[in-house]
């Protein structure tokens, strides 16, 4: 079903698109720069491609087609990637890294079964990050501090473009709020997910949404989660509350990612069992592969909020319906 479009009443972007630019560029060098020094990552590079054959690709929530082709001099079939979750921990156990440090990079992704609104393009672009752990890090208080830290950086980015640009008067709580989803389930128990997420996180500005993937007690999930990166009970999702759409806002899925226990018992729930034949699977479940936390920052979402954009579309590049460029020129929305 597709989603619904947002115009705001009275909308007028506080920048021209000129300083738009100015002000991504700003966003991006300033919050990378933040992030890596707060999380302790190396920034390398990665791929936009891999085949299907090694099982990297991401499956999100396991019903999205992959974008795909075959090759002119290589056999089999490569796919775009969807996200880099098992690619980035496949890469640190490549590269030699120990606990306490990581890696960051550019992912640039094709999701073409999104469907398109104010948040949602085809085109994906994040940092996506990853560190190596210990067994003993492998908590939710360790997970806690961690979003703590993407928070600050953001919130420091934010000072950052609004000594520049005083015109935008975006605040970023730096103190977040922790809740579980059944916890939030227990809370409003009339209220559909979407619906618990916009109460929570307009009455806490920054929250983190955590244990997304298992059944509830109800027997609905609160969201779908691929089972073979987050382990399902330490991951979660940062949440800031977006004053332009009025609406709960997703800056990043993040989690401790699957050890070999968590990987089969969430395999097993997804009938997903025969994964296990592939090489990053394999790694997890002989513990070759090292144990990890890691996540994607959305880069167009964050530029969205910070820049008080009321569609994605005006900070990135992308194919939209023409009857939504329609629309939202009528409401001042210039889309790039």
Known sequence: MARVMVYPEKYASRLSQRDT????????DTFQVKLAEALNL???TAPVMVTRESGINDDLNGVERKVH?????????????????KWKRTALGKYGYEPGVGIYT??????????CDNLHSLFVDQWDWEKVITREQRTTGFLMETVKKIVHALSETNDVLKEKYPMLSCEVKDEVFFITTQELEDLYPELSPKQRENKITEAHKTVFLMQIGDKLKSGIKHDGRAPDYDDWSLNGDILLWNDVLKCAFEISSMGI???????????????????????YHRGVLDGTLPLTIGGGL????????????????EVQVSIWPDEMREECAKNNIVLL
């Open 21 to 28: 630019q100015k002000a991504i560029k700003l966003i991006k």
């Open 42 to 44: 190396d920034r390398i």
């Open 69 to 85: 082709f075959t090759m002119k001099e290589i056999p089999g079939v490569a796919e775009v990637v969807q996200s880099l979750a």
């Open 106 to 115: 550019d992912m640039n992704a094709i999701r073409r079964d999104d469907d």
């Open 257 to 279: 990612r699957v050890d070999e226990k968590s990987l089969r018992e969430q395999l097993e729930k997804a009938d997903a069992l025969d994964r296990e034949r592939f090489p």
């Open 298 to 313: 959305g880069q167009s979402r964050i530029c969205m909020f910070l820049l008080q954009k009321a569609h994605i579309g």
